[in-house]
């Protein structure tokens, strides 16, 4: 059983990254050809995957991770969850790192912050609404 769950989770793990990778993708080159033109570049990637959490890939990478650790717990290899979390913790970090830069450049920073109070960090959840979050900070 537990070797059925390590697999489905490593699968979703891999689904995930390949599906927010391939956007991120193709957002990237969209950007690049608009820049080429001379025509303004779309600030924020929030469709597809990215709607649900502003890092995706990163989500589906971890996912791949933490079920290799299921897969050695269940051979009596409990350890190696020690990885998966140095791995979680590094990419906790550059995280952090990624949404400063963005907020550094000039033409996506007041969209980027809408992003980042509507959008879930890093598990894929539902939008929350600005009405909500301004409810919050007041």
């Known amino acids: 059983m537990w070797d059925f769950v390590a697999a489905s989770v490593c699968l979703c793990g891999i689904v995930i990254a390949y599906f927010a990778d391939t956007q991120l993708h193709d957002f990237?080159?969209?950007n690049?050809?608009?820049?080429?033109l001379g025509k303004p570049m779309v600030p924020n990637l929030d469709r597809g995957l990215?709607?649900?959490?502003r890092h995706p890939n990163y989500?589906?990478?971890?996912l791949w991770w933490w079920g290799l650790v299921?897969?050695?717990?269940n051979l009596g290899h409990g350890w190696t969850f020690v990885g998966a979390l140095i791995?979680?913790?590094c990419l906790a970090y550059v995280t952090v790192l990624v949404e400063r830069q963005?907020?550094?450049q000039e033409y996506r920073a007041e969209a980027y912050r809408l992003y980042q109070k509507t959008t879930s960090g890093c598990v894929p959840w539902f939008k929350s609404s600005v009405?909500?979050?301004?409810?919050?900070d007041t």
């Open 131 to 136: 009405i909500a979050v301004k409810d919050k």
């Open 32 to 36: 690049s050809k608009l820049k080429q």
């Open 70 to 73: 299921v897969f050695a717990w």
């Open 102 to 104: 963005m907020l550094k």
């Open 87 to 89: 791995n979680s913790m």
């Open 50 to 53: 990215w709607r649900y959490s």
């Open 59 to 62: 989500f589906g990478e971890q």
């Open 28 to 30: 990237v080159t969209t």
